[in-house]
């Protein structure tokens, strides 16, 4: 892989697998604990509008890990030709491991 060949997105792609590490862990964790059904969405007008079982919280997880996946391919394939795309791309995956890692706690939290 060229891009593991670049120090910043070396550093962007570590940092995200181990935010998204850590939510994995968290959600293993606590995921024992929660009862059915599980919350998954709520707001303030008009309260918990989406119910869940255990599996939609590893799906919530398995969506991450998929759309990092697919940033890190295509920024692979657009190394050599628009390298600032595949730096956008990397780096994007810090944010949605952050994101996930905000759900999963959120969810965990509520429940």
């Known amino acids: 892989m060229n ?43 008009k309260g918990v509008d989406a119910f869940g079982d255990k599996i939609d919280v590893w799906g919530i997880w398995l969506m991450g890990l998929a759309m990092i996946l697919i940033n890190l391919v295509l920024g692979e394939l657009f190394f050599y030709k628009e390298r600032v795309v595949s730096y956008l791309l990397v780096s994007v995956n810090i944010l949605i491991s952050i994101l996930i890692l905000i759900i999963s706690a959120v969810i965990i939290n509520v429940n």
């Open 3 to 45: 891009i593991l060949h670049q120090k910043i997105l070396r550093i962007f792609l570590i940092l995200s697998g181990a935010i998204l590490l850590f939510s994995l862990t968290l959600i293993y964790l606590n995921i024992g604990r929660m009862s059915q059904p599980i919350i998954l969405h709520f707001d303030n007008f």
